[in-house]
């Protein structure tokens, strides 16, 4: 059972740039996919940005491309989205995932699914 913990968000003004990070425990985390999704009030949950096992491998969504960076430390059992240039758009929950399975090729999308979650962190932006 991996057990994810997020942290990092906060009140930001537009513009500005928010750090997310995941600390991941149990489980071999440097075999797992990791992935950012978010939640706004009133949507549906998406898909925010995806990182492969290795770090090899990412993939944005196109509201996050140019101003999001995600990155991984296997060492350190941590994920981190990097955020600049924040949008009053990008308010939202967001979700640090992981997924079991894609060690040492992937068999599924870094879009999803994704098997475990966290119980996500609150980013504001204010216009």
């Known amino acids: 059972q991996v057990h994810l913990v997020e942290s990092g968000g906060g009140l930001v003004q537009a513009g500005g740039s928010l750090r997310l990070s995941c600390a991941a425990s149990?489980?071999?985390?440097?075999?797992?996919?990791m992935g950012w999704f978010r939640q706004a009030p009133g949507k549906e949950r998406e898909f925010v940005a995806g990182i492969s096992w290795s770090g090899g491998w990412t993939y944005y969504a196109d509201s996050g491309k140019g101003r999001f960076t995600i990155s991984r430390d296997n060492a350190k059992n941590t994920v981190a989205l990097q955020m600049n240039s924040l949008k009053p758009e990008d308010t939202a929950v967001y979700y640090c995932?992981?997924?079991?399975?894609?060690?040492?090729?992937?068999?599924?999308?870094?879009?999803?699914?994704?098997?475990?979650w966290g119980q996500g962190t609150q980013v504001t932006v204010s216009s």
């Open positions: 149990g489980g071999t985390f440097s075999r797992y996919t």
């Open positions: 995932a992981a997924r079991a399975g894609d060690y040492p090729f992937p068999t599924k999308p870094l879009t999803g699914p994704y098997d475990y």
